[in-house]
C-alpha cells in the first residue's frame, strides 16, 4: 500500500517526488521497504506539498522574468534613442528663453568668442530684442493667415479674422472651431487656410497640444508636434520657435535667407544646402537662433534679394530685411512673426 501511494504521488511530479524522497526517506530495510510506516505518510505528505508548491511558483517565477526582460528592453531602448556620456538616460532641459533677463548678453559673448566672423557682423547691427506678443494658439493661427500674402493684404485679413473672434482676447480654440469656412471665406481666408486653423483648433480641442505643453516641450518634441499641424510645415515652426517662444538654439537649415547670409559670411562660392548647414553653423551653439537673427541683418544690409522656402507651406518668399517691417525693393515683412511675404 505504502509503495502504490508513493507511485501515485510521483505521477504528479517525479522529479521533485524522487528527490524529496530521496532527501527525506530514512533508512530502508533489506527489503527496500520504510522501516518506519509513519515515515511513509510523512515522505507523502512532504512530496506532495514539495510539488504543489513548485507547480504554484512556475508562473510566478515566470512573470517575474517577463516583467524584469520588458523593463530592461525598455530601457536599452530609451538609452538608445537620448543617452547621455555617462550611460544614464538623458534628460531634456527647456533651455533659458533669450527674452529672459541676461539672456542675450551671455549669446553675445558666446558667439563673439566662438565665431570671430559673425562678431564683426555682430559689432555692425543693434543688438537683437524678443519680445512676447501672443499666446502659443494665438501665434500659430496668424502664422497660417499670413502665409503666402503680402504684408498689408494679411494684416487686413487678419484684423477681420479678430473681428470675428471678438478681438485678441478671444483667439481661442473654441471661437475658431465655431467659424464655419463660409465665415472665414468671406473675410478672405482660403479653403485651404480655413481647414489649417481647423485642424489647430480641433488639436487644442481634444487635448493634443496646448499652449501650456508647447511652452514646456523640448525644442525636438515641439517641433515633431506642431509639424503634425496642417499647414504648418518646417519652417514655420522654426519662425514660431524663434520669435515666438524665443528658444535660443534653433538653425532654421531651409531658409534662404539664413542661408545666404552664411555664404556672405564665409565666403562660400555656393549658397550652402541645408544638409550643410549644421556643419557650418556648429560653433554657434547653443545660440543659433541669435546666428542666424545676425544672417537675416547681414543679407539687409547688402541689399541682397533671395528667394526663401523651407516648405510648401510658406512658399516662395523674397527675403530682403527681417524682423523690423522695414520695406526695401519689393519684400514686406511680418515684424512680428518674421514672416515674410510676397510684395
Not at 59 to 69: A, G, L, N, W
Not at 79 to 93: C, I, M, Q, T, Y
Not at 134 to 145: K, N
Request: charged share 15%.
Amino acid at each position: 500500500m505504502g509503495e502504490q501511494t508513493i507511485h501515485s504521488n510521483q505521477s504528479l511530479s517525479s522529479s521533485a517526488l524522487s528527490t524529496t524522497t530521496t532527501a527525506a526517506a530514512p533508512p530502508a530495510t533489506s527489503n527496500n521497504l520504510p522501516a518506519d510506516p509513519a515515515a511513509v505518510s510523512t515522505t507523502i505528505i512532504t512530496a506532495a506539498t514539495t510539488a504543489t508548491t513548485i507547480i504554484s511558483l512556475r508562473p510566478r517565477k515566470i512573470r517575474k522574468v517577463s516583467s524584469s526582460f520588458s523593463s530592461s528592453v525598455l530601457a536599452e531602448d530609451a538609452f538608445k534613442k537620448n543617452p547621455s556620456s555617462d550611460g544614464r538616460l538623458a534628460v531634456r532641459v527647456i533651455p533659458r528663453p533669450l527674452s529672459a533677463d541676461g539672456e542675450i548678453v551671455v549669446a553675445l559673448r558666446h558667439l563673439r568668442a566662438a565665431d570671430p566672423h559673425l562678431g564683426r557682423v555682430m559689432d555692425a547691427h543693434e543688438l537683437p530684442a524678443f519680445q512676447y506678443l501672443h499666446p502659443p494658439f494665438h501665434a500659430l493661427a496668424r502664422s497660417i493667415l499670413y502665409q503666402q500674402l503680402a504684408f498689408k493684404a494679411a494684416a487686413s485679413v487678419y484684423s477681420r479674422f479678430l473681428s470675428l473672434c471678438g478681438g485678441e482676447a478671444g483667439v481661442v480654440p473654441e471661437a475658431v472651431l465655431a467659424l464655419t469656412p463660409h465665415q472665414l471665406r468671406q473675410i478672405g481666408v482660403s479653403g485651404r487656410k480655413a481647414s489649417y486653423l481647423h485642424d489647430l483648433a480641433r488639436k487644442y480641442h481634444t487635448g493634443i497640444l496646448s499652449d501650456a505643453a508647447i511652452v514646456a516641450m523640448d525644442d525636438k518634441s515641439l517641433f515633431t508636434m506642431l509639424t503634425m499641424v496642417k499647414g504648418i510645415g518646417a519652417w514655420s515652426v522654426h519662425m514660431f520657435m524663434i520669435f515666438s517662444l524665443h528658444r535660443p538654439d534653433v538653425l532654421p537649415v531651409g531658409d534662404l535667407g539664413v542661408r545666404k547670409g552664411v555664404q556672405m559670411l564665409y565666403g562660400l562660392e555656393e549658397v550652402p544646402r541645408p544638409s550643410q548647414m549644421d556643419q557650418l553653423c556648429e560653433q554657434w551653439r547653443p545660440y543659433r537662433s541669435v546666428g542666424s537673427w545676425y544672417m537675416w541683418r547681414l543679407v539687409e544690409a547688402k541689399g541682397t534679394s533671395t528667394m526663401a522656402s523651407s516648405s510648401t507651406e510658406g512658399g516662395g518668399l523674397d527675403i530682403t530685411t527681417m524682423g523690423e517691417g522695414i520695406v526695401q525693393q519689393q519684400q514686406l515683412v511680418d515684424p512680428i512673426q518674421m514672416l515674410p511675404s510676397l510684395g
